[in-house]
């Protein structure tokens, strides 16, 4: 089973302790690390441990997310940065479609 999600809070007071309670959030076949971000980038994990979670943040907004993100855009940048290094070749392992095998 797979679980994603992920949300904003804004209008934060910068230094408030935030209590985050997510009904039915533990589950035994799941470990969650909650992590926060106040970039969508950078992300922390929570100081508290476990649920609910309490956390001061220093930013009037933040994500939070079960664990950190590897969103499509990181994916896209990698692939694209691998291609451009003069170290890695790109060979392709099967036929293209149509065409006869090695």
């Known amino acids: 089973m797979k679980i994603w999600w992920h ?4 209008g934060i007071t910068p230094g408030e ?4 309670d997510i009904p039915d959030f533990e ?5 969650f690390e909650p992590v926060y971000s106040y970039d ?3 992300w922390h994990r929570m100081d508290d441990k476990t649920h609910p979670y309490t956390q ?3 930013n ?3 994500w939070i997310a079960p664990n950190i993100p590897y969103d499509y855009s990181k994916s896209v940048e990698l692939s694209t940065e691998t291609r451009a290094a003069s170290a890695c ?3 392709r ?3 293209e479609r149509g065409k006869p095998g090695c």
């Open 89 to 91: 070749q790109r060979r």
């Open 40 to 42: 969508h980038k950078t």
């Open 27 to 31: 589950h035994k076949s799941f470990v």
């Open 93 to 95: 392992l099967m036929p």
């Open 60 to 62: 009037e907004t933040v």
């Open 17 to 20: 302790a935030i209590t985050v």
């Open 56 to 58: 001061v943040f220093t």
């Open 7 to 10: 949300f904003k809070i804004s």
